[in-house]
């Protein structure tokens, strides 16, 4: 017997998808035992704990299929694994789509994943939001109907009213509201127009109200567009329990019910069970789940079997004309574009790190002009002594007064992974239009505070004296914004990131050559000194002052009315030359793009590790 699928309205020809899992199992296990799980060898010889076991279910299109269950059943895991979030070399069985194993990252480009926390940038509207991630998800040709894709689904999604307002924080009360941020999650990953789309606890956090708005949303889309929406549920109301079209309940990791509400209640009748009045059919069961099971263990199999008939359908061949044609949708050079514009919105709206960022470049260098005023006319072993401390604490303020851009790297790090898992774009593009974005925004800072503190405190009066000093804190800056996004890769969380950024900007300090010369620094710590990020900028400035042919007749000292240290005599006692101000811009260069570049690495094992 052959079941009939409700087909998309106005004759669309859309790919169908029917995913089924047949037999399978997953278990928590210690690395050590994943790794000979995958790689053959060895395992422990206690019990493995199994999360799923044995687990036969289907969702068909046009059809809402729901994964309910009591906490700790498997829920979230079962949609994972049918999402291709965990890799099927830890999972036993067998997945199919359209009756064929699943190539997970061919799906994951295909489908449309929620997870249960809005993973949103709070600073873009709505409108914003889901046009960025038409613009990734949408192939070139499509591109010219991405305006028109997200009108068409603000409106399908309630979201026209508030398209221009922002998204806000979910502690916010700026912002919109939390249905209708749920449904602009979900919005986000439908502008692809996905045949599956998998969502975990969509209701989740909302009212009562909210919520049946959301899955009454995602009824008309499986009616209207033919669409396999599977998602993970609680204890839902009665109202949005007649919404499902097919009901998977676990226990424990195993399948109680896979098949109709209507079969539900009767099986839950023929046990023995009378339903109250004021209790729901799905409610009931999870609360009477463990004697459901002991009763219906010998039937079990019977019922499924009956629920489990095997859906014909002539499926599109788009589907597989997809998998051949598996690229990203955009080039290189579109998607830096896209992900630009994306920064660019992001650091204008943060006004911690913009606002704050220009007022506090602009006060540091008027204050410090004025701390310093016009000693760099004096001479003398204090006036030599206070331009090179001001040098030095100058690079200190520099170098750790990009930490506050840690928490939006490790905010976009959350996002990136979960949108190169899907195949909008490649972790590449991200760090470049990353890097990009920061070079205009790094020189306004850099120039709004070297062009008070420079004039103020009398530094070398020329030209090309004030820009290099200039090109020098541009590099300072960068090198420093360089290497947070480096380690902002690295950490798992903000505490850890600012333990280990400090940690190591304190060391640079150190070894630095300024609070301990080179000379007294212990052979096995050496390396330290020509790593320090504090070194070559600051022997930059000394050159860049103290350089040059007015270095030959620029008298830093006298004694008896005669001069007794010029300014090419301190470079000498200090053992640097006049071709090392290009060196060390050169080696400032290197640290901005190996950082970067070890920051492209570290994105690229994670987003890896997330596919595969």
């Known amino acids: 017997m052959e079941l009939p699928v409700r087909a998309p309205v106005s004759g669309s020809r859309k790919a169908l998808c029917r995913l089924e899992t047949k037999n399978l199992s997953y278990k928590l296990c210690s690395k050590f035992d994943e790794f000979n799980w995958v790689y053959g060898g060895v395992t422990s010889k206690k019990d493995p704990k199994f999360i799923l076991k044995d687990v036969s279910c289907e969702a068909r299109p046009g059809e809402i299929t729901a994964i309910a269950g009591p906490s700790g059943a498997g829920k979230t895991t079962l949609l994972e694994i049918l999402a291709g979030k965990i890799s099927s070399r830890k999972v036993s069985g067998k997945l199919l789509v359209n009756d064929r194993p699943m190539d997970a990252e061919h799906f994951r480009r295909i489908s449309g994943y929620v997870t249960q926390d809005d993973a949103l940038f709070p600073l873009l509207t709505v409108e914003e939001t889901l046009m960025c991630s038409a613009l990734l998800r949408l192939t070139a040709g499509r591109r010219k109907q991405a305006a028109s894709r997200v009108r068409g689904l603000l409106k399908e999604l309630g979201l026209d009213h508030v398209a221009s307002s922002r998204i806000g924080g979910g502690s916010s009360n700026c912002g919109i509201s939390g249905g ?62 007649e919404l499902f079209d097919r009901l998977v309940l676990l226990s424990n990791g195993f399948v109680v019910h896979n098949g109709t509400l209507n079969h539900l209640e009767e099986r839950l009748k023929s046990a023995g069970h009378c339903i109250p009045r004021h209790v729901n059919v799905l409610e009931f069961a999870i609360d009477v789940i463990e004697s459901f099971v002991i009763q219906t263990s010998e039937t079990l199999k019977t019922a499924n079997d009956k629920d489990d008939l095997k859906l014909r359908v002539a499926y599109s061949n788009n589907f597989e004309e997809k998998r051949k044609l ?40 008027f204050v410090l002009g004025t701390i310093y005023l016009k000693v760099g006319n004096d001479t003398g072993q204090v006036a030599l002594q206070t331009r090179i401390g001001f040098f030095a604490f100058s690079l200190t303020f520099l170098l750790s007064s990009t930490t506050e851009g840690l928490p939006i790297f ?51 009066r020329q030209v090309d004296g004030f820009l290099f000093f200039s090109l020098v804190v541009w590099m300072v800056l960068l090198m420093s914004n360089s290497f947070v996004a480096c380690f902002s890769a690295l950490v798992p969380n903000f505490i850890m990131g600012t333990s280990v950024i400090s940690g190591l900007m304190g060391s640079f300090f150190l070894f630095s050559g300024y609070f301990i010369s080179k000379d007294k620094i212990p052979d096995y710590w050496i390396f330290m000194h020509y790593l320090s990020m504090f070194k070559y900028p600051f022997e930059c400035f000394l050159i860049n002052e103290y350089g040059g042919e007015q270095g030959k007749t620029r008298c830093l000292e006298f004694e008896e009315g005669e001069c007794s240290l010029y300014g090419n005599g301190f470079l000498k006692q200090q053992d640097l030359r006049e071709s090392q101000k290009w060196s060390n811009l050169a080696v400032m260069l290197s640290f901005i793009i190996g950082y970067r570049v070890l920051c492209f690495f570290i994105l690229w094992c994670r987003c890896y590790r997330a596919r595969k």
């Not at 050079?333 to 994306?342: N, S």
């Open 180 to 241: 209708e941020r749920r449904r602009a999650s979900i919005g986000v990953d439908l502008v692809h127009d996905p045949a599956v789309v998998l969502i975990d606890e969509p209701t989740s956090g909302l009212d009562s109200a909210s919520a049946l708005h959301v899955v009454t949303l995602l009824k008309s889309m499986v009616v209207k567009q033919g669409k396999t929406i599977i998602l993970t549920i609680h204890q839902p109301g009665f109202r949005i329990l």
């Open 326 to 365: 598996l690229s990203y949708p955009n080039s290189h050079v579109q998607e830096v574009l896209i992900l630009g514009q994306r920064f660019c919105y992001n650091i204008f709206r943060t006004n911690q790190l913009f606002a704050t960022r220009v007022i506090q470049a602009l006060v540091a260098g």
């Open 410 to 460: 490790l905010q976009e790090r959350r996002i990136l992974m979960r949108e190169t898992s899907r195949g909008a774009y490649r972790a590449s593009s991200y760090v470049l239009s990353n890097t990009l974005i920061f070079i205009p925004f790094l020189l306004m800072v850099g120039l709004l505070f070297t062009t008070p503190v420079y004039w103020l405190i009398g530094l070398r």
